[in-house]
């Protein structure tokens, strides 16, 4: 499966913003989703997954009560809601999926990635 994240851009510290990334090739029927990022300098870090069809979802501390992952099944789109967005939420973001029905925080447990969305968030 093939991944395009889309939605990404410059916000101001406080605001909101919603990625989406939609499969090409195929749906994604039975596999989990997931958002990772990576910063400037850092290692690439989980942010929040979902399970299939959507009952269980995981949230890195960093940004949970701020961010919401959900997935359309019919439009085949996961989605990461992001509010109170902060600098130090500025980074690439990236979809990925999991030739498994139950979400992970892993990156090693990821199949497919996307290309990634650019996310910058000014002070």
């Known amino acids: 499966v093939q991944l395009q994240a889309s939605g990404g851009g410059l916000v101001q510290a406080g605001g909101s913003l919603r990625i989406s990334c939609s499969p090409s090739?195929?749906?994604?029927?039975?596999?989990?989703m997931g958002w990772f990022r990576q910063a400037p300098g850092k290692e690439r870090e989980f942010v929040a997954s979902?399970?299939?069809?959507?009952?269980?979802?995981y949230y890195a501390d960093s940004v949970k009560g701020r961010f919401t992952i959900s997935r359309d099944n019919v439009k085949n789109t996961l989605y990461l809601q992001m509010n109170s967005l902060k600098p130090e939420d500025t980074a690439v973001y990236y979809c990925?999926?999991?030739?498994?029905?139950?979400?992970?925080?892993?990156?090693?447990?990821?199949?497919?990635w996307g290309q990634g969305t650019q996310v910058t968030v000014s002070s």
């Open positions: 990925a999926a999991r030739a498994s029905q139950s979400a992970s925080t892993l990156q090693t447990q990821y199949h497919a």
């Open positions: 979902i399970s299939w069809p959507g009952r269980t979802t």
């Open positions: 090739g195929r749906g994604f029927s039975n596999i989990a």
